[in-house]
């Protein structure tokens, strides 16, 4: 059980650690975005970048206490790059969003951090959406959850050895949500940009 949690436990910290700093980034870097000579649209993805050091080691952690269990690496392993990639983009994207908005509406990084308290509960992470004899219907909207797409696809990578590929619908789901995500994020960061400097 600790294995198979820990497979899900991992891209949510990136994804925890990512959005709350994108949130928060150009609230952070404010003498920066005063700058006119400064491309803002670069701090949310430091905030993302950065949290991928992290992630990084709990990627070589989680590696190294599969192999302690006889768990070892396979041609399955390369699908933490795809995986992790997908993330980094939907991190991105609402990060553009959120940061805009939080130097409008300060509360926002509030918001943020409440609606991730309750996600860590509401993506399948530490129990198993398939085990409990949900209706049909809840279980469907448990899984338009995007991180439900990753969690589930770090465990087809390390636990149930099973490719992206073998899900078609949640993949093309998980990449419109995205799309539009990224759509959302920076036209909200572009007409608001505008208004940073005054504000802070």
């Known amino acids: 059980f600790i294995l198979w949690m820990l497979a899900g436990l991992v891209p949510w910290f990136y ?12 609230i952070e870097y404010s003498y920066l975005v005063k700058k006119v000579v400064f491309k803002i649209e670069i701090l949310p993805i430091v905030k993302a970048v950065s949290a991928l050091y992290v992630h990084l080691f ?12 006889g768990r070892f690496p396979g041609l399955f392993t390369l699908q933490i790059f795809y995986y992790s990639f997908c993330m980094f983009l939907m991190v991105l994207s609402l ?16 918001l943020v951090a ?20 949900l209706p049909k219907w809840l279980v469907i909207l448990f899984k338009m959850n995007p991180m439900y797409y990753i969690v589930y696809g770090y465990r ?6 099973r490719g992206f590929w073998e ?34």
């Open 167 to 200: 899900h078609p619908l949640l993949t093309a789901y998980f990449w419109i949500f995205t799309a539009l995500a990224y759509l959302w994020g920076t036209k909200t960061f572009r007409r608001s940009r505008g208004h940073f400097a005054d504000v802070l």
């Open 95 to 110: 990060s553009y969003a959120t940061s805009a908005i939080t130097v409008l509406f300060r509360d926002m990084e509030q």
């Open 156 to 161: 087809d990578t390390f636990v149930y050895h």
């Open 114 to 133: 409440i609606v991730l308290q309750i996600g860590v509960w509401a993506t399948p992470i530490m129990w198993d959406l398939n085990a409990i004899g």
């Open 58 to 69: 709990f990627v070589i952690l989680t590696y190294l206490l599969y192999c302690v269990y």
């Open 15 to 26: 994804f925890n650690d990512a959005l709350q700093g994108g949130t928060k980034s150009l």
